[in-house]
């Protein structure tokens, strides 16, 4: 999806279970701001290709994409703004291709360093006989199945389980074995940001496309961090931006504290109130509005 204006371009990055649909409040102020705005379904979701290969979906591929759209638009940089997975992407973005990020923003997840062990290894060792969904995804075949078989009850369980109007405890861990679904809670009702029509919408392209794509992304953890090493002692120089809500269980095992030392870039982190995960569809008006200073910020420093 783009929305076209006359100023510099900025490239927004969803995360994981989402499509470009996620940045819907998002395209038209930033486009009314002046901005020549564009929102991609990412590699394996939605309109865009979902390669049959686990590989194809490292963090070199998904890198590739973002560089690939600046070429196809005649860009020579971006501002790149990311959610969740899409966060770590333009991270990762930042540190492999500075010369092609005017400014980086990322929603809910934090940088962190690369750590000195593979990540599922780090994972196995946390959390023992515990579920913890990045390792139930790591098999091909399970996670596919149980989440795209009624793509509607996934979405509103994941999207509702880890937003700000659910209760601590509506996604509780079981043991290993026991699927993901089982452990979330059903809402009594959908939250005010999340209306039928855009369940609806969710609901039609993942029942289309199944969640393998995405799931694909978790299946590179390790690869990921094989990679990462060709620029592990790079810090971010890049003019930053950090928003994330004060619910968010991300922040629980990603400490932002790490981008003191290592987004020296930052310009500024902002921890919004009673927010959860989906902190650009819950709290709209906020993000938009630290978006926006941010980028104003900015332009105004060129």
């Not at 499509?19 to 998002?26: D, F, G, P, V």
């Not at 095992?253 to 009673?274: C, H, K, Q, T």
């Not at 008006?285 to 978006?291: G, H, Q």
Request: net charge negative; charged share 25%.
């Amino acid at each position: 999806m783009a929305e076209d204006g006359d100023g510099p371009l900025v490239v927004l990055c969803h995360g994981w279970p989402e499509l470009w649909y996620s940045w819907r409040h998002q395209l038209p102020v930033l486009a009314a701001a002046g901005y020549r705005v564009i929102a991609p379904d990412q590699r394996g979701y939605g309109g865009s290709d979902r390669p049959e290969a686990v590989a194809d979906y490292d963090i070199v591929h998904l890198t590739d994409d973002l560089l690939g759209l600046l070429d196809a638009y005649g860009e020579d940089r971006a501002t790149f703004v990311g959610h969740d997975w899409g966060a770590a992407v333009v991270w990762a973005l930042a540190r492999r291709a500075p010369e092609r990020v005017e400014r980086v923003a990322a929603l809910s997840v934090p940088f962190r360093p690369r750590a000195s062990r593979p990540p599922t290894e780090i994972l196995k060792q946390l959390h023992g006989d515990r579920f913890f969904y990045m390792l139930y995804f790591q098999a091909v075949g399970p996670a596919d199945a149980e989440l795209g078989q009624d793509a509607a009850l996934t979405l509103r369980r994941v999207l509702w389980g880890v937003s700000g109007d659910a209760p601590p405890d509506a996604w509780a861990a079981g043991r290993k074995g026991d699927g993901m679904l089982g452990g979330m809670a059903e809402p009594e009702r959908l939250p005010d940001w999340l209306g039928a029509e855009d369940l609806a919408y969710y609901t039609a392209e993942f029942s289309r496309t199944g969640f393998t794509g995405g799931l694909n992304w978790y299946r590179n953890l390790d690869r990921n961090w094989e990679q990462e090493a060709a620029w592990d002692d790079v810090k971010i120089e890049t003019p930053a931006l950090f928003v994330a809500g004060e619910r968010d269980p991300v922040l629980r095992f990603i400490r932002p504290d790490a981008m003191d030392e290592w987004v020296p870039g930052l310009r500024r982190s902002l921890i919004l109130p009673g927010a959860g995960h989906w902190i650009q569809q819950e709290r709209p008006a906020e993000v938009n509005e630290a978006l926006l200073s941010f980028l104003q910020r900015e332009k105004s420093r060129a």
